[in-house]
């Protein structure tokens, strides 16, 4: 673009001139590269550089005049066709420039080339193979003329001598263009040299292109174009002058030379000649990849039809059928030829074609080998590649194959009559055709035609041919398919007209149409892309080690591919485009395989299959696809697209990575489907075979007489049956093949001799008489089309009858379907929410037995234990618990997402064609899904509906994935959308088979290795080069520039500005796409791996397998036993993180014990604080706080099972990293038992191979009751034994989907709009439910309230019975109150609502950090809360539990602050609890809300800072701040410290004499504490357990119990501390921690314990009494023992003589053990044991008040009176 004038803009009346890169050069006094008039406004400088956005577009900054800041901007962009091209436009300023120019030009689109640098040109990608060196003719020079030059031309390494250069060393160059005047015989240029030709096969034409010759004066350099045109008339043929342009020569050549030499591959039939077939859409270019077949485990055959193999490695390049050994210990010499392609013919038997191939290599001494290849018609969805017959006669020199495929269907003679014609299982549609024709003749005769319309401008009304103003034809033409796949639409003339005939005729490039003209009749051709049928692709590939894949799962739907530019890409695998969805519909150009649609919404072709996948040595595979609409920019060659499929574990979306230049898309799609598959093989009996996991049944097929006759011969065939045979002849009496022909009847197979099998050509049955004289095999085919059964001849060699027979009940079931769909601007992917190795369970209480459900989402039930019994190719499944009885629901009818629906905000999945529906016989049941949009982590589970109404089943799916696909996001290196690059920044080493490639990986600036030479001495690069060969030649295959983009689980970086590809046309540039992309099974220090390389472009794939790029895999958490069904997805809660810390049993090895572990349920832990990226458990061994190492143990692969006797659940996360006996892998194991409430887990053993955790929990307890009637709004959850009161939503009305609803009570009068009184839920003057009587319960960890008892359910809703709600609630701590939403999938008489609500949000108030449990319960009071009064304010504080009615603070508050006017407000809600460590101080913070939607102002924060500092006491809070709306507290307590803070010890016996020889031992007794009513007594006795009381029972004196509890009046009594005790002791202080076998807790729960706190205190009495200071919410008692011995010196406690004081620390510790000693109990724990106990007694529930006087501490100390001790509802806490 660079001119030597200049381009002239005009922005409003002001005139600007510009030049690109240089200075403008006419506009005098402007030395500048913009000048606006003669005044500069912007000047090129050093800097000035074009630049790549990351867009695609191109740009350069001009300084502004003094040097400085931008100027002017100009931005080059590409235009999406030469027509929307333009010049500089002036936009509006930006990016920190004066002026902003944007420019649509074409130079500023990719380029792409289909060249050569010799005289062939062989591309399998167009199918061509062009050879001009036979016009080399010696060294020929071809003349031509001008009207004032001659011109010389040498061809294919010829040269032009006298116009050649001298080169320095006195050789002459090669000139193979030269110009010369011929009257003046020294004149001559050079127009081009040797060096510097390509040829290339534009837009179907053949253009050769001669650079580098003498600069003419325009300071250009001559160059030669040369336009070759076909035509086999001519021969060599000569090239003639054209013009010149800018110093560029133009000619044309019409030569045979230039002809393509792929050869047509048709045949018709002998015995039927209106049968012809075409099977040159199976011929294989030389350059591409052939058919494959599987010979057994280590051979292959390599089929190519009408041509030869010729490009595979070793194999003859004339033969036709080449087989070779596979492996990596082939031996490249055992090739066999099995056929010349010269030697092929065609001939026919019945409905089957044959090919032969002879003369192969040397078989034997008799004969060569030679193959045989059977066709048979089979529709493009069902059609199989080449299989090898396996029934092949015992001659081993004849190789026999069986293909099915469209090629073997006869072409169409006949159209639908709808301007559509179908053939070989293809729809050609000519309807878009729409405009008038025109052709032409040479005498200027004018023809106007549209065979799918009438003419708009037409000689008469109606017209649909005219010549001129004379009618042709009115009528509709008759289509039909001829020879080469050309469509001919035939029009019946007018009486005493000529006929008309329209000729479709296949053309990438569409020209104009032209006319042939004859007597009697007009022919027209139309030379359009809609008559190009689709190429036949193998889409079972075999590579060259015999790995097979296969592709056909993929067929038939259309796969979008995701940008960052604004445009959508579609394609289809081994299939064309379904343009009759809504996403394509439209897209031009007849069988394409590749769409665009742009950011406006035009469609643009992006190409056709035309060749096999190409299968690469890494594993990758690639489709490419060709002659898509041309591309305006670049070299104007047709649009290509490259898919590459790579094999990962995990489903990524397909990726749009790059477009270049030339129109040349590359799509990655990492997928499970890439893989390899296993070969399987079965054999079947009963007239029924399993393959892959699919029963296929054929008995339906044993009733139905099947007939076909062939050359006289009547064939009847039964299927596992006597052939049905008119006149029952003798000879067929026990056959189940007979062929009779006039009064003769011959078997061809006995029923006794059958055998039912499958392979990999499908199934087969085969019959055989007795002494094996006859044979007949019987394949079957898939007829999806109808329910129609037929049998079909195929051949009979004399030995071996082959039949097919095409039936639906061979038809697979289809497995999955695309699972992602776009509504308007919104694109929805559900693929994270298929199961591959279990099914979503969910269940439905009924009477007499439960009825469970199995679903999947987009694919196939998994044959799994549970769901053995579901009808093959079910995708919904019931089962019957009481019947025992499987139904299916529906099944997935189709690949395609159009069983994918939006309704509203919600999606739903509509499964059909299940079994019969029970209440109408001529329907089928089906299933409905409805999917609604949730935000953050969750476990996926699908609950049902109801039971079936209007024969469907209904389902509901809460999901993040049912919300719409976010945009990728295009970035740099950094922080990118989540994901950190930092780590990563290094330089890596990666090898091919040719070349190293070193990454310089986000990094600015590092040093190579000492060989790398050239790329360091290189401005900065992102990849260099090096290759292997002997040179080490170096290149930047990658700059420095760097784009990032980043959708779903992959991340994708493209190195740009990498060196010149030698190769390609024009001045394109290198470069490096690297993707990294989610492999669960990755090591943490993985390594980026090469894949391939585009030799059109010089684009070279790398990827990264990476673990910490999968998304958050979840699996069902759900599981049956003993026919119950449990859910364990409540063990991940986002309260928690989404993972649990499991503790170290005592018997583990020590090496585990200094280590913790980090455990996550049926998922992968989403939380940042979960290292083990995609993992479910995690080992964590901190060296030092700077090192740490997090160590993945298992992965969620699979859900729940029931194993072991006795049955118990278990969990298995399965790694890829081998144990140190490198044979077996890491893996852990988790297994439920049933315990009280959520405890945690415990790893119980570990041999570092298998980790084995053990985890007791409610949730896996056999449930004793089912929902009954509830009183009160108030239930408790039995799986976490936690209160959730529902009162708080009462009062209040509500409405969702036009409902109007209450929760626990019914709607007042002025409420219910027509509804009868008694409505909870009410609609349109219909009740749904009354709350007279209503239920809740729990169902998987939510809430479920239930009304039952509406108005009567009408006679259309297909049942009978009263209307019902169900109200189901879901913790959702963010939501506040939240909002019912009505979900409309329900049946007309149950309506459903959901309620995402942070009210039903139950704690556990506690914290488990790396194993240390902080339960915060031990400060939460069970008689009143804390207060602490400070600046004029008094704040009333209940960590744990909300604060009652007489606090006058509201519903679910917590925390209170009441100022010096008396004012109270609420500051804090329980369920705004979120606790914290931070180990940078050693501290817990506390953090608690409150928010007030009405009036924001008043929203609240509160942080409470716990502080260990050694401490032993439990404290209480102090007052520090408060900032803003943020109040702040501290509190010093020993919850705060972590177990290594507090210091446990043992007892000891040596050093307590002293003080066992004091006249007043302070242990030696029983100490009576009673209160001031005698309502409670505390026994304790510490140095025997208590004994000979009289008032206590067996209960406390059971010989174990050291503290009871009394209560005189009703003779309560319960043991709250046994003999096993724990000690923790600091410098002043000795706590003694004693438990019991005692529970407590509304639901028993929990352990009662009682803490007792010795402290010095020299002013107490020797005989001092404890005290009771409080009973706290975890069931543990306080009490306090002040005593003075604890404060004598060492020495004299201890007798001795030392005269200096020991240290504090020393001292207590020797101290502690004297008491201890002392204390003598019997069992003494030695251990370092955990001391804390999770709390699982009802949380949300507040005791009844108090009395006024209660001051809730009790201080019973010898010398007075005692004070009452009030224990309020004992006969709730204390059961």
């Given amino acids: 673009m660079t001119n030597t004038t200049s381009y002239k803009v005009q922005k409003d009346s002001a005139n600007y001139t510009l030049n690109i890169c240089r200075n403008v050069t006419d506009v005098s006094g402007c030395d500048a590269a913009v000048c606006e008039g003669d005044k500069a406004v912007a000047i090129v400088t050093e800097e000035t550089v074009l630049e790549s956005a990351a867009n695609g577009d191109v740009f350069v900054k001009y300084a502004k005049p ?64 062009i050879d001009l060196t036979p016009l080399n003719n010696n060294g020929k020079v071809y003349l ?217 290599s040397v078989c034997n001494t008799k004969e060569n080998h030679h193959s045989v290849i059977y066709f048979a018609c089979a529709s493009a969805d069902q059609s199989v590649g080449p299989q090898l017959r396996t029934e092949s006669s015992s001659n081993a020199c004849r190789h026999t194959y069986t293909w099915f495929t469209p090629a073997a269907c006869a072409q169409s003679t006949e159209g639908h009559g709808d301007c559509t014609i179908t053939d070989a299982g293809y729809t050609y549609d000519f309807n878009s055709l729409t405009a008038d024709l025109t052709a032409k003749t040479s005498d200027n005769t004018q023809y106007k035609f549209n065979p799918c319309s009438t003419l708009q401008d037409g000689c008469k009304d109606d017209s649909r041919f005219c010549e001129g103003n004379t009618l042709i034809s009115k009528e509709i033409p008759e289509l039909a398919v ?218 339906p097929l044993k009733s139905k007489p099947l007939q076909t006759v062939f050359k006289g011969t009547t064939y009847n065939v039964g299927i596992c049956s006597v052939a049905k045979v008119q006149g029952n002849p003798p000879n067929c009496a026990n056959s189940a093949v007979c062929a009779s022909s006039g009064s003769t009847s011959n078997s061809f197979g006995e029923l006794k001799k059958e055998s039912l099998y499958s392979e990999e050509g499908g199934i087969k049955l085969k019959y055989e008489t007795d002494g094996n004289s006859k044979t007949s095999i019987i394949t079957f085919t898939c007829n999806a089309e109808n329910d129609q059964t037929e049998l079909r001849f195929l051949s009979n060699d004399g030995v071996i009858v082959r039949f097919q027979v095409s039936t639906p009940y061979v038809c697979p079931p289809v497995e999955s379907a695309n699972c992602r769909r776009t509504f308007g601007d919104d694109t929805f992917d559900l693929s994270s929410l298929t199961l591959h190795g279990a099914n979503y369970i969910s269940r439905l209480r009924s009477t007499p037995g439960d009825i469970y459900y199995y679903t999947n989402i987009c694919h196939r039930l998994i044959a799994t234990t549970e769901a053995a019994g579901c009808p093959a190719g079910s995708a919904a499944c019931m089962y019957n618990s009481s019947s025992k009885q499987y139904t299916s629901l529906g099944k997935l009818t189709s690949n395609k997402p159009d069983f994918i629906h939006k309704m509203g905000s919600f999606l739903y999945l509509q499964y059909d064609n299940g079994d019969k529906c029970p209440t109408n016989n001529s329907a089928l049941l089906q299933t409905l899904i409805l999917l609604r949009c949730v935000e953050g982590p969750r476990t996926s589970r699908i609950e049902v509906g109801t039971a079936i109404k209007d024969c469907r089943q209904d389902f509901i799916l809460e999901s993040p994935a049912a919300c719409p696909v976010k945009s990728p996001v295009n970035a740099k290196c950094g922080e990118i959308a989540g994901f950190d690059t930092n780590a990563l920044k290094k330089q890596y080493r990666i090898s091919s088979e040719e070349h190293d490639y ?336 209503y239920k809740i319960y729990e169902e998987f960890g939510n809430i479920r309230l239930e009304y039952d008892n509406g108005e009567s359910c009408r006679e259309d809703d297909g049942s009978s019975g009263n209307r019902k709600s169900i109200i189901e609630f879901r913790c959702n701590k963010t939501a506040g109150e939240g909002q019912p939403i009505y979900l409309p999938t329900s049946p007309r008489c149950v309506d459903r609502f959901s309620w995402e609500t942070s009210y039903i949000c139950v704690e556990d108030c506690e914290l488990n950090y790396k194993g240390n449990v902080f339960n915060f319960q031990h400060l939460s009071s069970v008689y009143k809360p804390v207060t602490v009064t400070a600046d004029g304010y008094e704040f009333t504080m209940d960590l744990c539990k909300s604060l009652k009615a007489e606090h006058k603070c509201g519903n679910y508050t917590n925390i209170c602050a009441k100022s010096s006017d008396g004012t109270i407000y609420p500051i804090a809600l329980t369920n705004t609890f979120e606790p914290q460590y931070q180990p940078e101080n050693k501290t817990v913070l506390l953090k608690y809300s409150y928010s007030d939607e009405k009036s924001p102002a008043n929203n609240k924060q509160v942080n409470i800072r716990l502080v260990c500092n050694g401490t032993l006491d439990t404290g209480s809070p102090t007052f520090v701040s408060k900032t803003g709306s943020t109040y702040n507290f501290k509190w010093v307590t020993y919850v705060a410290c972590l177990d290594e803070d507090l210091h446990e010890v043992p007892l000891g016996f040596n050093l307590f004499k002293t003080l066992l020889q004091s006249t007043n031992p302070p242990f030696s007794r029983s100490v009576v504490i009673t209160g001031d009513q005698t309502e409670y007594k505390y026994y304790i006795s510490l140095g025997a357990p208590l004994h000979d009381i009289p008032e206590l029972s067996q209960e406390c004196l059971d010989g174990n119990t050291t503290v009871c509890q009394y209560k005189h009046e009703n003779t309560f009594e319960r043991s709250i501390g046994a003999q096993a005790a724990k000690y923790y002791a600091n410098e002043k202080q000795l706590q003694m921690i004693i438990s019991s076998k005692s529970k407590c807790g509304r639901v028993g729960s929990d352990t009662v314990t009682s803490l007792i706190n010795f402290k010095c205190d020299s002013s107490a009495s020797e005989d001092s009494l404890p005290v009771n200071t409080n009973e706290m919410a975890s069931c543990r008692y306080l009490f306090e023992w002040n005593l003075p011995q604890l404060c004598e010196p060492l020495s004299s406690a201890a007798g001795g003589t030392q005269s200096k004081r020991l240290s504090p620390g020393v001292t207590a510790v020797i101290v502690i053990i004297v008491l201890a000693s002392v204390i003598s109990l019997a069992t003494v724990i030695v251990c370092r044991l955990k001391r804390r106990r999770r709390y699982n007694g009802p949380v949300g529930y507040d005791p009844l008040s108090t009395d006024d006087d209660t001051t809730g501490l009790i201080t019973a100390v010898k010398g007075r009176a005692p004070r009452l001790y009030h224990d309020d509802d004992d006969d709730d806490l204390l059961i």
Wanted: aromatic share 8%; hydrophobic share 30%; proline share 4%.
């Fill in 66 to 129: 003094d040097g400085k800041d931008c100027g002017t901007k100009i931005t080059f962009k590409c235009p999406d066709s030469p027509y929307h091209a333009t010049g500089p436009v002036f936009v509006s300023p930006s990016d920190g420039c004066d002026h902003v120019i944007d420019w649509y030009t074409m130079d500023a689109c990719p380029s792409e080339d289909l060249f050569s640098s010799n005289c062939t040109l062989q591309n399998s990608k167009y199918l061509i193979d």
């Fill in 144 to 360: 031509a003329s001008g009207a004032e030059f001659d011109y010389s031309i040498a061809m294919c390494g010829a040269s032009v001598q006298d116009c050649s250069l001298t080169n320095d060393d006195g050789t002459r160059g090669h000139t193979v263009a030269c110009q010369k005047k011929s009257l003046e015989s020294a004149f001559h240029k050079n127009l081009g040299m040797s060096k510097f030709t390509k040829l290339r096969f534009v837009d179907d034409a053949l253009v050769m292109t001669m650079s580098k010759g003498d600069v003419c004066s325009s300071g250009f350099q001559r160059k030669t174009i040369i336009h070759f045109h076909c035509n086999v008339t001519e021969g060599e043929g000569n090239p003639e002058y054209v013009g010149e342009t800018d110093c560029t020569y133009m000619f044309v050549w019409h030569t045979r030379y230039a002809c393509n030499r792929i050869q047509k591959c048709s045949f018709t039939n002998t015995t039927d000649p209106s049968k012809v077939y075409d099977f040159s859409s199976l011929t294989v270019a030389q350059d591409a990849t052939s058919w494959t077949v599987k010979l057994g485990e280590k051979k292959m055959a390599y089929i190519n039809i009408c041509a030869a193999v010729g490009h595979v490695a070793d194999c003859d390049p004339s033969a036709a059928v080449c087989v070779k050994e596979t492996g990596q210990s082939a031996n490249p010499s055992a090739v066999e030829n099995h056929g010349q392609a010269s030697t092929m013919k065609f001939s026919s038997e019945g409905n089957t074609i044959s090919i032969t191939y002879d003369h192969g």
């Fill in 998 to 1333: 070193i990454l310089n990986f986000c990094q600015n600036s590092g040093s190579l290795d000492s060989d790398v030479k050239k790329c360091n001495n290189q401005a900065m690069f992102g990849v260099c080069q090096i290759s292997k060969s002997s040179g080490h030649e170096e290149v930047i295959a990658g700059g420095p520039q760097l784009t990032a983009m980043k959708e779903t689980s992959q991340l994708i970086f493209n190195f740009t500005g990498g060196a010149t590809c030698a190769h390609a046309t024009g001045n394109v540039e290198r470069n490096v796409v690297l993707t990294m992309f989610c492999n669960e099974y990755a090591q943490s220090d993985s390594q980026p791996q090469f894949v391939s390389e585009d030799p059109r472009d010089c684009t070279y794939y790398i990827s990264w397998p990476r673990r910490d790029l999968c998304p958050h895999r979840s699996m069902p958490c759900r599981v049956t036993m003993n026919g119950e069904l449990f859910d364990l997805s409540s063990l991940n809660r986002a309260d928690k993180d989404y993972f649990t810390y499991a503790t170290v049993s005592s018997s583990v090895d020590e090496k585990y014990q200094g280590k913790y572990y980090q455990l996550s349920v049926c998922s992968a832990a989403p939380s940042k604080n979960f290292k083990c990226a995609g993992a479910a458990v995690c080992e964590v061994t901190e060296k030092d706080s700077e090192h740490v190492i997090h160590k993945s143990l298992g992965y969620p692969d699979d859900s729940p099972t029931v194993t072991g006797d006795p049955q118990h659940i278990e969990i298995i996360y399965p790694t890829q990293t081998y144990c140190d006996d490198k044979k077996s892998k890491i893996r852990s194991v988790i297994k439920f038992t049933c315990g009280s409430g959520m405890n945690d887990p415990e790893l119980v053993s570990s041999d570092g191979c298998t980790y084995e955790f053990k985890w007791e929990t409610s949730l896996v307890c056999p449930s004793t009751s089912k929902p009954t009637p509830t009183s009160g709004c108030v239930f408790t959850k039995p799986s976490i034994n936690k209160i959730v009161d529902l009162s708080i939503f009462t009062n209040k009305l509500y409405k969702a989907g036009g409902y109007s609803l209450k929760v626990c009570s019914n709607l007042s009068e002025s409420e219910l709009v027509g509804c009868p009184a008694g409505t909870a839920v009410c609609k349109g003057a219909v009740s749904f439910g009354s709350a007279a009587e």
């Fill in 482 to 699: 001829e020879n080469d796949h050309v469509v001919t639409a035939k029009f019946n003339p007018e009486s005493g007209n000529p006929s008309a005939t329209v000729r479709y005729i296949c053309d990438h490039t569409a020209e104009e149409p032209k006319v042939i003209t004859s007597d009697n009749s007009i022919t027209v051709e139309v030379n359009t892309t809609l008559a190009c049928a689709p190429k036949t692709v193998d889409c079972k590939p075999i590579d060259s080690l015999g790995n097979a894949y296969d592709f056909s799962g993929l067929k038939g739907t259309n796969w979008k591919a995701s940008s960052v530019d604004g445009m959508s890409y579609y394609f289809s695998i081994c299939s064309t485009l379904d343009k009759d969805l809504s996403d394509v519909k439209g897209c031009p150009g007849g069988a394409i395989s590749a769409c665009q649609r742009t950011s406006d919404g035009t469609l643009v072709n992006l190409g056709y299959a035309a060749s096999n996948p190409v299968i690469q040595s890494t594993g990758t595979v690639l489709f490419h696809y060709i002659n898509g609409k041309k591309c305006a920019h670049g070299n104007q060659t047709p649009r290509q697209t490259m898919i590459t499929l790579s094999c990962a574990q995990v489903e990524s979306q397909p990726q749009m990575i790059s477009e270049d230049l030339n129109c040349n898309y590359n799509i990655l799609w990492h997928t499970p489907k890439a893989c390899p598959v296993q070969s399987s093989s079965a054999t079947g009996e009963d007239c029924s075979i399993v393959k892959n996991e699919i029963k296929y049944d054929l008995t």
